[in-house]
């Protein structure tokens, strides 16, 4: 049970939901905007707070 718990602790935190907020929801690739970092401080940066670009 706790090895079960291990692995899907790290697979959650290996996902960026910046990443995944930006590429579904605003149809961008944070990668290609801003600094280029895929982090959500680049990601608030450039899209604000209200998503728009």
Do not use: H
Not at 16 to 37: E, H, M, W, Y
Request: with cysteine; hydrophobic share 40%.
């Amino acid at each position: 049970m706790r090895l079960w718990s291990i692995i899907i602790g790290y697979g959650f935190g290996c996902l960026l939901t910046a990443v995944l907020i930006c590429r579904f929801a605003l149809n961008q690739d944070p990668t290609k905007v801003g600094s280029g970092n895929p982090g959500t401080a680049n990601v608030g940066a450039v899209f604000g707070k209200n998503g728009e670009y």
